[in-house]
């Protein structure tokens, strides 16, 4: 069955430096992966997609690798700011417009 | 609107209780989701409309959990003879096809306490 995993344990990091976070994802094959933040109490927010045929993509502070050979995803956040400290979810999906599946998340936690 | 927005944010209901979750999409989104929450999990699908058809819902856990979407605007979100294990967050997304992005905007979520 599909599996996707993310680093089951909480990150800690120092601020100022780059945060590094995995998804890896096995028994698929999609068409494109999305990042997305959770703070609690509120949905997920949308950060970054990128598709199969991209191997990497940046928006400000972010950069998101995709490997569809070893079927990873790495999420960068550089210079992290405490503002950062949150889940990170990624998502996989086959189709356009069609239902995403989720990974468990990662908990960052940035410290000044 | 300015983002997706979700009634009630909290319910509490007796087990065997009815309960009705409300979703309000981006004006203009076509395609709407609900999905289901656990208590540190990622979101996992439940069903899927676009405009009013509802094409996808085999992620609804059992026949006790319907969605609606009459108009092809607000949806809702039944479960009905509530169990313990409905004990979640239900998350609704919508998004647009006209724009060419495939991002879903979430709304807050409804938080669902079975007691």
């Known amino acids: 069955s599909q599996k996707i995993e993310q680093n089951s344990e909480a990150l800690n990091i120092q601020e100022g430096k780059t945060a590094t976070l995995t998804c890896n994802y096995t028994n698929y094959s999609p068409a494109y992966l999305q990042w997305y933040r959770q703070d609690p109490g509120r949905g997920p927010v949308f950060l970054l997609l990128i598709r199969e045929n991209e191997k990497e993509k940046r928006k400000e502070r972010l950069k998101v690798t995709f490997d569809t050979t070893l079927k990873q995803s790495l999420f960068h956040i550089t210079a992290s700011q405490p503002a950062d400290s949150a889940t990170y979810l990624c998502?996989?999906?086959?189709?356009?417009?069609?239902?995403?599946?989720f990974g468990a998340g990662t908990i960052l936690r940035v410290k000044s | 609107g300015a983002g997706v927005s979700q009634s009630p944010r909290y319910k509490v209901a007796k087990r065997g209780q009815d309960v009705a979750l409300r979703c309000d999409p981006i004006?203009?989104?076509?395609?709407l989701f609900w999905y289901q929450q656990a208590l540190g999990q990622g979101p996992e699908f439940l069903t899927y409309f676009q405009n009013e058809a509802q094409l996808d819902k085999s992620g609804l856990p059992s026949d006790r959990f319907f969605a609606e979407r009459p108009e092809g605007s607000v949806s809702t979100l039944k479960i009905q003879r509530t169990q313990q294990e409905d004990s979640a967050v239900y998350l609704c997304a919508s998004t647009s096809i006209w724009t060419g992005g495939y991002e879903q905007y979430f709304g807050p979520g409804t938080r669902l306490t079975v007691t």
């Open positions: 004006s203009g989104h076509v395609s």
């Open positions: 998502a996989l999906d086959r189709e356009y417009g069609n239902k995403l599946v």
